[in-house]
Structures are given as structure tokens and as C-alpha cells.
């Protein structure tokens, strides 16, 4: 794997060695221990932000996430582009990861960049969603461990999924193949995350019939509710025909830029209309994040203590905590 490149915000001991002593501890060099150090000047303004990213990092660890009594299932969807539904996807479920419980992302969108940003290999004829979908594979048989967390692990996409929309048109029981697949697995996992590709066709129909919950991820940005409207209709008629256990639960507003007047705008009015469906937390614009994916990781793995992974840290944390309880006996 490439090597990590970190932020100046990192304590050195805590990254460039890999080792995992904690901040303070000090340094064991080859026959002499050189005594802890405060590796921040808290002075600075840049110092004491580091000490304070570091400290919430190491609060954060010491408390842990809730598991599930059932396994959740959740769709990560918005047909516009670029809003950060995979990086949301991704993050969050290292988070969870983080804290031990076992998460499985399901790659659905033929760009694979869930698969990419979790280190996993999704090059054509590699077992993929493709075939689960398509032939009747079973999904543990294509579900690979991430590179992330030991309880991690990643059912990767390939550009052959780019067919699958015109492929699935034909096939018998056609929006229900992943719910089948699911339902049909044998690995235990506590949370089951569908990155969705950007549109409404029958990948993403897939992805609404087989999940409980809907997570819409909301850019801050002016045309954030514009097409918004269409989903929510989708969501209506897989409700009404084709999976009634289907709940918008959560939504996630992210590239947040404290800069301008025109986010503020944005979360307001999407707190107004979703009301407390709309996660606490925002992810802000965070250059980490973005980072992130080149070097085959998530953010929390990249740059533990950025801002961007923090704050999805926090955001896994309120999933964790809020649960789901559905509706009548569910599926
Ligand atoms: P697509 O619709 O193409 O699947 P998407 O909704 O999955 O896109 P992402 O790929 O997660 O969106 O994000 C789009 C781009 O924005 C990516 O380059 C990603 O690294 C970057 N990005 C996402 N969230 C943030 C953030 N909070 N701060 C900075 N960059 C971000
Ligand atoms: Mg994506």
C-alpha cells in the first residue's frame, strides 16, 4: 500500500511511526527512552487545535457505539452527483468498523469508488455485485475483507455493473435480486451500507427494495433540494409496491462551508423540512476527505484526527445511537 501522508495536525509518535502508544507515552528508540513530551505547542492557535482534534479523538474511542439488536439496512442514495454519497458511505462505515461492529458496504454504483476508497480490488472479472445480481451468485462468494478494520468487508462493483441497468430490464423479480441476496446471506453483520450510483434506475430501485432505511446525503450547496423531490417519489412507489418496511430516516448534509452565508441557508431550510430526521451532526468541507480515496483509505484511516474524519465519527455515533425501529414485524 502507498504510504500515508499526514496532516502537520498529527502528533508525530501517534503516525509516522504506526505505532499505537498513545499521545504522551513516549518514544522507545533503540536503547534509550526519551521522556513524553506534550507533542503540541498549545501557544499557538494551530497547536491548541491539534491537542483538541487529538484529545476528541481519544474521548471518542473510549465510548463505545451500540450494536444493533437486528441487522440495520441502509440505502445511501441521491440520484445527483457528487453530493458525497460514497464518501459518506465509506466513512461511515469505518466508523462503525472503528468501534467493532461489523459492517458490510455493498458497493452498487459501476464506478466502484466505494470499493477503490476501501482498498479493494473491483477490476473487470474480479466476483463482484455484478454477478449477484445478474447470475444468481451468492454474496458471501464476492464479499472481500477492506483494508480498514477486521470487521469490515466490502461485496466490491465493477465497471461490468454499468450493463446491469439494461441487463435487469428482462430478468424476472428484477427490483427484488439484491433484497434476495441479503436476505439469503450467511456472514453475521451489524450494519449492511448500499452505495448507490447517481440515478434512479433499477440499481438504485435494487437498493430501496432491499433496505429498511434511507440515507440521503444533502450538499450544501444552492441546488441541494432540487431534484429532491423525484427521489422522494421513488421512494413512495417502492413503499406503495414493492417494500413497505422502507423509512426515510436520515439525512446527512455534508460539504459544509462555514464561509458562506448560502450553507447556513441550506442547512436551515433542510432542517425545516426533514426536522429531526436531519442528522445533528455536518460534515464540513474538509480537503482530507477528499484525500482519502487516492490512497486506497478512508479518511479515518488517512488522517484520524482531521476534522473531516472527526466529524463523521460523530455522525456514525448519533446512527448508532438513534437505532431503527421499525414499523410492524419488518423483514
Ligand atoms: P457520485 O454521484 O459520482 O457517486 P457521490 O455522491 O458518491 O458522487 P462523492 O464521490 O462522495 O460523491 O464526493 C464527490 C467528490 O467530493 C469526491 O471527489 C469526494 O472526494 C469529494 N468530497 C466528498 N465529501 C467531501 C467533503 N466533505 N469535503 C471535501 N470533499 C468532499
Ligand atoms: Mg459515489
Sequence with gaps: MTSRRVGSLVPRETVSTGRSGSVGEGYRGHDSVIPPLDPFDRSTPIGAA?????EALATERRQPFPRPARRRI????NQKGGVGKTTTTVNLAAALASHGIRVLVI????????????????????????EVLLGDRPL???IVASTE???LFCAPATIDLAGAEIELVSLVARENRLHRAIQGMKREVDYVLIDCPPSLGLLTVNALVAARELLIPIQCEYYALEGLGMLLRNVELVQAHLNQDLRLTTILLTMY????RLADQVVHEVKEHFGDRVLGTT???NVRLAEAPSYGQSALTYDPTSRGSLSYLAAARELAERGFEPNGAGR
Design 283 to 285: 460534515i464540513p468541507r
Design 257 to 260: 462551508d462555514s464561509r458562506t
Design 50 to 54: 491539534a491537542a483538541a482534534a487529538v
Design 107 to 130: 458497493d452498487l454504483d459501476p464506478q466502484g469508488n466505494a470499493s477503490t476508497a476501501l482498498g479493494v480490488d473491483h477490476h473487470s472479472g474480479v466476483p463482484s455485485i455484478y
Design 74 to 77: 441502509i440505502s445511501v442514495a
Design 149 to 151: 478494520a477486521p470487521e
Design 140 to 142: 458471501d462468494e464476492v
